[in-house]
């Protein structure tokens, strides 16, 4: 039970959970924002490739068992049907909003996903959710003491009732993109072609760094056939297309670059992405 | 202990809140929505067990093998380039384990960058943090911050420099981005004064930070250049 001074402590905190440009009031009306802050709103947050950033302490990390356990949990679901690795992407790594992808812990977002996906395709109810959340807060009330952390489900489900995907009888033997070998148009580059990377318009979700766009670089290899991760991300049946990995010159794709002129940097790119340069 | 030191501990006693061993708000959530999903057949308790064991038995060592042996033939180098995933086979790595169609999140398209006397191979994931994980383990903690996914694939000389890899100009840097499905790694050049070293000398001296890129493998140098690990709270298995 919280007091009401420790309510308003709370709100106070979230407060100071700052994610927007300082210079604009919360809610701005229309005519305060350009294309360029609503471009900056609506990126996927997860696309941080080019952020200036300084230099920090790099260090390892002990796994928590529950990283571990999450991370088991996640790759479970892709196995048993519930979701798609491009499902799982988009729900902890852009869905969760700028605050929560740059404050919380890398496993902490993969684990909100989870929770994210379970309730948004109705295996569980968000109410039924929070009330085992409390009965575990409550089995460990007081501290661990000696207990280990354990889930203790009290039965085992019989799940054939349980709706999945196709995708394990898909891939199985094969591999994903395997599993789509065949199925796209006649790829429209080769290796050595010169190609723009176009400026589609952004919503939601693309795995197109925003740092390639616009910018011209060359086929380096066909790469596999794959649905778009636009659509694949929604689990929604898209004709797969050809990925393609291309390089730039450094020296070309970055203003003011440091390295020398021959330092290149390849991404992988699908062909609707794609149209041959001039 | 001296008396005082004994002193000194009571008065904290007095000011310091007992500890209690708390569990966390994630593991709360983690635990909740495992035992859910057991209860309503979501996935079996079994096959949680399966993968949790085949998660727990990942790491770099057959990555460092794969590449010990192609240093030491030719003929195996060529097909660990041509067909990175039937050589992988050879250091006991099968990309459709443990599902029939690979880890999920790993996909099963792998490719191995090799080195050259002019180009140096270095591996990010600006999007998130695709990594080799079947062959080469999870990826460190510092590969997964923003930090190192934004500056990587815009300053990444400076970036190698702060992990101690100084190249000159006449290298050519290549930063792959893995952002898709592929999976990469780096197969360094092999080092001097290594000649009549046995395929497992050679693996003591690849370690995981030479096969992303960020290191290169010096004979004597059997560790990654980041050492420093944060500890757990409530430490599992892995990593």
Redesign the interface.
Known sequence: MSTAAERAAQLDLVTRLKSSFPELPNAPTPDMLDHERITAYLKPV????????A??????????????????????????G?W??EE??RMG?VDVGRAEY?GL????RW??A??RI?VEKH??GLT??SE??A???ER?A????GKT??????????????KRNN??EE?????????YAGQAATAKFKVGDPVVVRELPVIFYT?T?E?VRGATGEIEAV??E?PA?EDETWDRPARPEW?Y?VKFN?SEL?YG????A?????????EHWLQAAK | MTEHDHDHDHDHDRTVAPMVDEITDFEVLEIALRELCIEKGIFSAEEHRLMTEFAEQIGPTPAAHLVAKAWLDPKFKELALAEPMTASKEVGVDWLHPTGWGTPSDFTAFQILADTPTVHNVIVCALCSCYPRPILGNSPEWYRTPNYRRRLVRWPRQVLAEFGLYLSDEITVHVQDSNQKHRFMVMPMRPEGTDDWTEDQLVEILTRDCLIGVALPKAGVTTNMITDTRPAIHPGNAG
């Not at chain 1, 997860?46 to 950033?53: F, I, K, M, Q, T």
Request: charged letters at 25%; proline letters at 6%.
């Open positions: 997860h696309d941080v490739g080019g952020e200036p950033d230099p920090m302490k790099y260090e390892n990390k002990q796994y928590e068992l529950w990283e571990h356990m999450t991370y088991v949990i996640c790759e479970v679901l892709g196995w048993r519930i798609l690795s799982r992407r790594n740059l812990p890398y496993y902490g684990l909100l989870v929770a379970l295996h569980i039924e959710l085992r959340m009965e575990v807060q460990y007081g501290g661990l003491e952390l354990e889930a203790q489900p009290k039965s085992e489900g019989d799940g054939s009732q349980v995708h394990a891939a199985d033997g094969k591999g994903d993109p395997q599993c795995r760094p740092y790469a596999y794959s991760a990925f990995i450094m970055w670059y440091t390295g020398t021959n330092d290149i940097i390849s991404t992988e790119i699908p």
